[in-house]
Structures are given as structure tokens and as C-alpha cells.
Nanobody, 113 residues
Framework: VQLQASGGGLVQTGGSLKLSCAVS????????MGWYRQAPGKQRELVAT???????RYADSVKGRFTISRDNAKRTVFLQMNSLNPEDTAVYYC????????WGRGTLVTVSS
């Protein structure tokens, strides 16, 4: 499984960004996909996940602001981020789990105050 994330950038407080994660390879056994983030000096943390059965989980800090979705035909997972604030500044990583944890290269999101 290979993951390619895109869509990061610089945005002002209150703005929006949409991240995309293109998935390739053998995804037959992938049961969960999602997004994690790592801010400077902090540990990587869960942002949102979506399971094969469409069970969705969000971190409390992003509930009501972020939306995870996927397009199976395009093999892409999205993260729509609204009402961004400086605390959302981080490198965002796409993740997929089958028997292993697969990570894409991160995409940097910077929210200016």
C-alpha cells in the first residue's frame, strides 16, 4: 500500500483546506484509513479515521470542523478542514491499516494568526 498526500499549505485563521490522499497498491485488506498530524515538539496524534464499514472517528479538537470522506472509485481519502486555527498547524499524515501500518509522506498545514 502506497499513500500520497497533498493539499497542505498556508492559510489564515478561519480559513479552509482540503487534503487528499491517493492510495495505490493492494488495498484488499485495508480496513481503516485516516489522517494523523504532528505539530512541532509534539507527538503524532489521530485526527480522523474512516473504516471499511464507514465508521468515522474524530479527535475531539476537530469535531464539527473537519470532515473525512473517501471516493472508492478514485481510491482517494479526503480531509476537509474548516475554521482552521493556529493550533491546527502541523504536518498531516495519511494512514492506512491492514496487517501493517502504512504511512504517506506528510503534508504541511500552516495556519497563521
Amino acid at each position: 500500500v502506497q499513500l500520497q498526500a497533498s493539499g497542505g499549505g498556508l492559510v489564515q485563521t478561519g480559513g479552509s483546506l482540503k487534503l487528499s490522499c491517493a492510495v495505490s497498491g493492494n488495498i484488499v485488506s485495508v480496513n481503516t484509513m485516516g489522517w494523523y498530524r504532528q505539530a512541532p515538539g509534539k507527538q503524532r496524534e489521530l485526527v480522523a479515521t474512516i473504516s471499511r464499514g464507514d465508521n468515522i472517528r474524530y479527535a475531539d479538537s476537530v469535531k464539527g470542523r473537519f470532515t473525512i470522506s473517501r471516493d472508492n472509485a478514485k481510491r482517494t481519502v479526503f480531509l476537509q478542514m474548516n475554521s482552521l486555527n493556529p493550533e491546527d498547524t502541523a504536518v498531516y499524515y495519511c494512514h492506512a491499516k491492514d496487517w501493517w501500518d502504512h504511512w504517506g509522506r506528510g503534508t504541511l498545514v500552516t495556519v497563521s494568526s
